[in-house]
């Protein structure tokens, strides 16, 4: 395993991260998901993700379970706040009220003290930037939350958080949460060079386009059996990447990892760490095997000549 430092602080996190949307406390069973943690684990993964919103609360109790045998300073552990929690008014969103709370909620059920990375999961127009930043300070005075970050805001809302907490000398966000894959780039355009000249990296999600980067799809198969794309509860976001056009790129793309005798899973985690504003990517598993497989795209290291080839795929 690699290590890279988030931003411009001096925590370090696996260049593979575990995360738990759609798996831990949803439709994988709680002993398979532990077992993938703790093979993450051992494989030198210290970065593990969760929301309070995935599974209302359920994925963060499996992942403080599966984590709470290890030292709690061997491992980076993040969770998120915004999503809907109740039927309230104030159940969602980023308002002071919401995230004190949230975040005691989060810890109860993550069997922790504190967390090491405290996301605002999406960006709330209903709140002022400055009350959610200011609360989740006086949160990090308190011991309760290391750094701060933030997850799919737009280079203009970056904007706006390093200029409140400068403003009111708070502490900056050291990184941001976005979807980032072979097929889904718009964080290139602006996201990127808005975060490293202010110092802050990128934690990326859906590395493999909700699966279909494994190669598993295939114009004349696009729901094998057993896959994600029969599952309604997880294949909501899939349909973008099932059709022609991408599915024929995947077969081009899988050439390529065949020739470097990579799987093509390896092949883009590889393509998505040669960006040195990504600090980790975040992958999902619902069994050891699949965790295994992924870490091994951090020991690929691709040459200008194969970047070249992806791009003419991909374009």
Not at 283 to 303: H, M
Request: hydrophobic content about 35%; aromatic content about 8%.
């Amino acid at each position: 395993m690699k290590y890279r430092r988030v931003g411009g602080s001096g925590l370090k996190v696996s260049e593979v991260s575990l995360g738990s949307w759609l798996t831990f406390g949803a439709s994988t069973e709680k002993d398979k998901a532990i077992q993938t943690i703790e093979t993450a684990y051992d494989l030198g993964v210290n970065s593990f993700d969760t929301a309070n919103v995935y599974a209302r609360g359920e994925s963060e109790k499996v992942v403080g379970e599966a984590l709470s045998k290890y030292n709690r300073d061997s491992y980076v552990l993040a969770t998120k706040v915004f999503g809907q929690m109740g039927d309230g008014p104030n159940d969602r969103g980023l308002s002071r009220k919401h995230v004190f709370e949230q975040l005691h909620a989060s810890l109860k059920r993550l069997k922790t003290d504190y967390v090491d990375i405290y996301y605002c999961h999406r960006y709330d127009p209903e709140t002022p930037v400055d009350e959610t930043l200011r609360t989740i300070d006086d949160l990090i005075r308190q011991g309760k939350i290391l750094y701060a970050g933030v997850s799919e805001w737009s280079a203009q809302q970056i904007q706006e958080a390093i200029g409140t907490s400068d403003k009111y000398l708070l502490d900056r966000i050291i990184v941001n949460q976005s979807n980032y894959n072979m097929f889904h780039r718009y964080i290139e355009k602006e996201v990127l060079p808005v975060s490293e000249q202010h110092g802050i990296s990128q934690i990326v999600f859906s590395p493999l386009a909700q699966g279909v980067l494994t190669g598993k799809y295939s114009v004349s198969n696009r729901a094998p059996e057993g896959s994600r794309a029969t599952d309604p509860k997880a294949n909501m976001h899939m349909g973008q990447f099932l059709n022609d056009e991408i599915l024929l790129k995947v077969e081009k793309l899988s050439g390529i990892a065949n020739e470097l005798d990579i799987s093509l899973s390896q092949l883009a985690i590889a393509w998505i760490l040669r960006q040195p504003g990504v600090a980790s990517t975040l992958v999902g598993a619902t069994k050891p095997e699949q965790i295994i497989e992924n870490v091994k795209g951090v020991g690929v290291t691709l040459t200008s000549d194969v970047i070249s080839q992806v791009e003419e795929i991909l374009q």
